[in-house]
């Protein structure tokens, strides 16, 4: 019988020493599993080879118990003695080919790759998957690599073979990650052959091993990876779009993020007040002397929402986007752009940041910033082309736009220099 697929959806990696008090990795990494976890990776930095192997071997039980594989990092001796699957190794580690000869041709062989650089060595080795990160800051490894950011994780995908499974890792969290598969995008197994190449999960440490309730937060990981998954939200009517919804709304209830406007005076209060109303929490500057505080604070759960409604200088938006750099999801209302010469300008240097996570605009204006020839009264500018662009056609255009796809002269690693945290 053939061995079944590698699901590597949500991939728990353990660090025991971020364990809630009292806890046991056993009872965690068995609450995980039932949550949705669908591989394990035992990554122990501290123990030695003895303690590594009476750990490996009871979460191997565990592991064999819920049909689920388990990986050691590092460490091919011990995976070897504890008889499991395989290992995730990087490039201080035993070599891909010592570590395959070790462990034979079925062994899971996972390899990290930071850069470009390490790609191209471990398309040579062909191994089962690669681990691509660090995505976003992390302090659980703190010897990780520059910060790949959601477009560097795109243009590693561009060069992956498809038949190559790939995890995103490295700071990623219940808050990010509805924004990150927004720009990266996840496989959904059914469609394997799409292009271009898209995630097959994500890895975790510290947000799963932190949890008080690993099994509820592993469920909404779960539950953010199947939403990705779904077929076009498009079709569905507005009754069934609000189940998906509502984990997100509950999210912003239990976790309140905040939200930096810079916004113009018309709708100030008006969007402070929806952002209460949501459970969020609103701060209304303009004034670049904070824009590094706020960006960090609320332990960095913060996202910045740009209106370029009564703009005149673009310095402060440009500060802001430096700021919040590539690590807090940006939400920007190009308001009026197509009207003026000038707002087309501005909201141009805005996209080539390359850091807006949603465009939301009425028609004009997002056709505007695709680069189409539009023409606007004032900012009321919605239907302009006589409903010619269906909703579902904007919506395709918004999210190329906030990929920066169909920009052939846009690239992420010279636009602009934005603070990588
Ligand atoms: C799934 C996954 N991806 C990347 C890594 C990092 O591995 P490595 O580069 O060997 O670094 P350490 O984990 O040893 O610090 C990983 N462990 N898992
Ligand atoms: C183990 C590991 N490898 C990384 C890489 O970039 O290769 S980042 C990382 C740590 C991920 O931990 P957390 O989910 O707590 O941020």
């Known amino acids: 019988m053939a061995p079944p697929r590698l699901d590597l959806s949500l991939y728990l990696v353990t660090d025991s020493s971020l364990l809630p008090l009292g806890r046991s990795l056993a009872d965690h990494v068995r609450a995980s599993i039932k949550g949705g976890v669908t591989i394990v990776q035992l990554r122990e930095k501290t123990l030695g080879t003895a303690a590594f192997i009476k750990l490996g071997k009871e979460i191997h039980a565990i592991t064999k118990?819920?049909?689920?594989?388990?990986?050691?990092?590092?460490?091919?001796?011990?995976?070897?003695?504890?008889?499991?699957e395989g290992v995730?190794?990087?490039?201080?580690?035993?070599?891909?080919e010592s570590a395959r000869s070790l462990l034979g041709p079925d062994a899971i062989i996972g390899l990290s790759v930071s850069n470009h650089d390490q790609l191209v060595l471990a398309l040579k080795a062909n191994p089962t998957y690669l681990g691509l990160g660090p995505v976003y800051a992390t302090t659980t490894k703190p010897d990780a690599g520059a910060l790949l950011g959601d477009l560097g994780v795109c243009s590693l995908l561009e060069k992956v073979p498809e038949h190559i499974p790939t995890v995103a890792i490295g700071g990623i969290n219940l808050v990010n990650l509805q924004s990150m598969f927004l720009k990266i995008g996840l496989q959904d197994p059914r469609t394997r052959s799409r292009k271009p190449k898209l995630l097959d999960g994500?890895?975790?440490?510290?947000?799963?091993?932190?949890?008080?309730?690993?099994?509820?937060?592993?469920?909404?990981?779960?539950g953010l990876i199947s939403s990705s998954r779904a077929e076009s939200t498009w079709d569905r009517s507005v009754a069934k779009l609000i189940p998906l919804l509502l984990p997100s709304l509950q999210r912003v209830r239990t976790c309140p993020p905040l939200i930096h406007h810079i916004t113009n005076h018309?709708?100030?209060?008006?969007?402070?007040?929806?952002?209460?109303?949501?459970?969020?929490s609103p701060i209304m500057s303009d004034n670049p002397a904070e824009f590094q505080d706020l960006a960090a604070l609320n332990n960095g759960i913060v996202a910045l929402v740009l209106n370029m409604g009564t703009f005149s200088d673009e310095s402060p938006f440009m500060l802001a986007l430096d700021a919040h750099g590539l690590m807090n999801p940006v939400v920007f209302d190009p308001v009026g752009c197509g009207a003026t010469t000038a707002r087309r300008k501005f909201a141009e240097a805005i996209m080539y940041t390359g850091c807006c996570n949603v465009i939301k605009g009425n028609e004009g204006e997002i056709l505007s910033i695709a680069g189409e020839k539009v023409v606007m009264r004032g900012v009321d500018g919605a239907g302009q082309d006589g409903g010619k662009h269906r909703e579902r056609e904007l919506a395709e255009i918004c999210s190329k736009l906030a990929k920066n796809e169909g920009r052939p002269d846009f690239d992420p690693c010279k636009k602009p220099k934005l603070t990588r945290r």
Request: proline share 3%.
């Open 65 to 84: 118990e819920l049909g689920v594989p388990l990986l050691i990092n590092d460490r091919v001796d011990v995976a070897k003695v504890v008889g499991c």
């Open 202 to 222: 994500i890895a975790i440490v510290s947000a799963i091993i932190t949890s008080m309730e690993p099994e509820k937060t592993c469920r909404e990981f779960k």
């Open 88 to 96: 995730h190794i990087g490039w201080d580690d035993i070599d891909y």
């Open 266 to 280: 018309v709708s100030s209060s008006l969007s402070a007040n929806v952002t209460l109303a949501v459970g969020a």
